[in-house]
């Protein structure tokens, strides 16, 4: 319902964020000294479960827009260096050429 997050925002609302080191590091940066404040109610590895979690009253996710939830951008707009990576012309499932080409276009 907001236009954009800031850290300060979300100060006091429980939050699922990923459980790789290196995003947390980054999130720990966009925070700057509000980190040490935040209140981490789980951490996740796959983006469907933090999915089921918010859903079910468990927190809100850090995550990119999947489309699937209602989201907001962060203020300041936090970037990463994510990288993904696949072997030219190999045949893929229908299911990872689908995901494929969702990238390709929300990019």
Do not use: H
């Not at 980190?35 to 981490?40: A, H, L, N």
């Not at 990463?80 to 190999?90: I, N």
């Amino acid at each position: 319902q907001r236009g954009a997050i800031a850290p300060n925002d979300l100060l006091g609302v429980p939050l699922l964020i990923s459980g790789r080191e290196t995003v947390r590091d980054e999130l720990a940066g966009w925070f700057g000294d509000a980190y040490d404040k935040i209140e981490v109610a789980a951490t996740f590895n796959l983006i469907l479960n933090a999915a089921n979690m918010v859903k079910n009253g468990v927190g809100a996710a850090l995550c990119y827009d999947f489309g699937n939830l209602s989201d907001a951008p962060l203020s300041p707009k936090l970037e990463t260096g994510t990288v993904l990576a696949w072997k030219k012309d190999q045949t893929c499932s229908p299911a990872a050429d689908q995901f494929l080409d969702f990238l390709k276009n929300a990019i």
